[in-house]
């Protein structure tokens, strides 16, 4: 398939080979259709697990899939790598990096990305984690800080180095934080004897009253006392007002002096330029009918995340989870058919599957439907269902194999420096520090 339209099938093309795309050009498999999938990246990332690519827990390339290998056995479907900058309804084309491409149905699918505010300061100095890159970087940057932990005289600085702020606390920030403390708590004195375990500190610091606030009380309580049992120091109710790289203010005027500050406390919607703006809702999401259709356009969908269904029974949406996006992109599936076979169309129904969270090694919580249960048994849950959600074979074993190592030794391997994260550029680098 060409990026130049030929006469025949209906052509749709996907911007995006998330959750929500992959799912919605899988459902399209022997239709009469051309599936076009466009993605800045040549892989699908498993995003769940970015915070244990950032820990060094697990290798990188185990939560990424090419999007080229997925579709091996699919006639109709094609992939450029390519970024798109602008959608022209009016034309029916999108400019990519690649050239101007022609739809007949456009679905957009590009996800989220991190939300900083509009703090321009934040967004410099802090750590955000929405893709492998950037879990690479935190993963480059956290070890370099330990490294000049490690020859520094200044004490100062010493203890700024080892103090960790999370900053949000949802499932990244309460899986991160917890991930912090499991590695001061088990790894640190093994890999730095000269470093100590009281030395290093970690800070999670939350908007809301409690952390885990979407999932159910007793997920979010459980949670709280799990992260204060490994010693994660927990700000509730709080704002982060500043960060200079050095110093954090929280609006209830403490000052935490710190060089790692890991940003997990917004996303918002990712998408190209061209829609008209009445259909950019609240987080820069695109507001869509019950079908997923852009409000305004005939021929024009948005799923995953970047989609916004607002209904009375959801005033704020799906959630922005793997499974909204997964439904959304089934479902369009079936709905794009319908329209392109003139018959009538099916409105979107979401099925909460329910939540999962892990705090640290045996410890997770779990709401299933009106199931709420937390510890061992939730923890084996949340790791089936991680591993069982993974793309491919050979990503599954691997994780598998670094969980099992991590278990009987209490220790992990993959915590290498292979490109320094250079902190003046806040990009990583190849040869300097
Ligand atoms: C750290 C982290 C942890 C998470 N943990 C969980 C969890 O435990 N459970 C859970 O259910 N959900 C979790 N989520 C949320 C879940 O990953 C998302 O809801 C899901 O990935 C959304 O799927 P999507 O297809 O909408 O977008 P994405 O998966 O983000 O995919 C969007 C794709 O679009 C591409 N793209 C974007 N813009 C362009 C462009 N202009 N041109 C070309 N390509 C573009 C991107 O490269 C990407 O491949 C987590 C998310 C993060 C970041």
């Not at 439904?327 to 129904?349: C, D, R, S, W, Y």
Request: proline share 3%.
């Amino acid at each position: 398939m060409d990026i130049n339209k030929t006469a025949g099938m209906p052509r749709i093309v996907i911007i995006g080979g998330g959750f929500a795309g992959i799912n919605l050009a899988k459902k399209l498999k022997n239709k009469p259709v051309e599936v076009l999938m466009l993605d800045k990246h040549n892989y699908h990332t498993f995003q769940p697990l970015l915070y244990q690519v950032a820990m060094g827990a697990i290798e990188a390339d185990s939560i990424g899939f090419p999007v080229r290998r997925i579709f091996t056995n699919q006639k109709n479907f094609a992939f450029n790598l390519a970024e798109v900058k602008t959608i022209n309804p009016e034309k029916n084309t999108i400019t990519a990096d690649i050239g101007e491409i022609a739809y007949d149905y456009l679905v957009i699918a590009t996800g989220a990305n991190t939300n900083f505010f509009g703090n321009k300061e934040i967004e410099h100095y802090t750590m955000p984690m929405k893709n492998i890159s950037e879990a690479l970087n935190i993963r480059s940057f956290m070890l370099q800080n330990l490294e000049k932990a490690v020859v520094t005289t200044d004490q100062k600085e010493k203890d700024a180095l080892m103090t960790f702020v999370v900053v949000g606390g949802g499932p990244t920030g309460v899986e991160l934080s917890g991930a912090l403390a499991e590695m001061r708590n088990k790894v640190l004195c093994k890999d730095y004897p000269s470093l100590c375990e009281e030395d290093m500190r970690v800070y999670l610091v939350e908007g809301k009253p409690v952390v885990l606030g979407a999932m159910s009380a007793t997920a979010s309580a459980a949670a709280k006392a799990g992260l204060l049992k490994m010693g994660v120091t927990i700000y509730n109710g709080v704002h982060v007002q500043s960060y200079n790289g050095c110093e954090l203010k929280i609006d209830d005027g403490t000052v935490i002096e710190t060089r790692n500050v890991f940003w997990a406390a917004g996303v918002m919607g990712e998408m190209p330029e061209g829609l008209t703006n009445g259909t950019i809702t609240n987080g820069k999401r695109i507001l869509v009918d019950e079908i997923n259709r852009v409000q305004g356009y005939q021929n024009i969908f948005a799923i995953g995340d970047v989609s916004a269904m607002i209904t009375t029974e959801r005033p704020n949406g799906i959630p922005g989870m793997a499974q909204g996006a997964i439904q959304t992109g089934q479902h369009l599936a079936k709905n794009l058919m319908h329209i392109i076979n003139g018959e009538p169309t099916v409105p979107f129904k979401y099925w909460d599957k329910g939540s999962l969270a892990t705090i640290g090694q045996n410890k997770a919580v779990a709401d299933i439907w009106k199931l709420h249960f937390h510890g061992f048994f939730a923890w084996l849950l949340w790791m089936f269902v991680h591993l069982m959600s993974l793309m491919g074979f050979s990503n599954k074993l691997s994780v598998l194999v670094s969980w099992a190592s991590k278990y009987l030794t209490r220790n992990t391997d993959n915590r290498l420096i292979v490109r320094f994260f250079n902190t003046e550029t806040r990009m990583t680098d190849p040869v300097s520090k």
